[in-house]
């Protein structure tokens, strides 16, 4: 922008407009530089979420995993063993709606 100064307009004019420019320069970085900012917040909310909802799948896997196993080896168990599980994933399931709505506020 700081290029486009106008020739032949005299001294205090030419000065007038290379100030307006640079004042219309810098208003264009700052608002650049809040778009920037608003787009990394962002990007870092779908990071965090992505991560907490990782480790909740990765947790529930385990927990489906560990109740087979034991259910194999005690399939008297089998209930108790599906209630827990299900309880489990239930609390995994609120940990990461929790995240997403303390992340989007």
């Given amino acids: 922008m700081s290029d486009l100064v106008l020739r032949g307009l005299g001294g205090r004019e030419d000065r007038q407009v290379g100030r307006e420019l640079a004042r219309l320069d810098a208003q264009s970085r700052m608002s650049l530089a809040r778009v920037e900012g608003a787009a ?58 929790d995240t997403v709505r303390q992340v989007s506020r």
């Fill in 40 to 97: 990394d917040v962002q990007t870092a909310r779908v990071h965090g979420v992505a991560y907490v909802g990782r480790q909740a799948l990765h947790a529930a896997a385990m927990v489906s995993e560990t109740e087979q196993q034991l259910c194999r080896m005690v399939p008297e168990a089998a209930g108790r063993l599906a209630a827990i599980a299900d309880i489990t994933a239930l609390g995994l399931a609120e940990i990461v709606t």
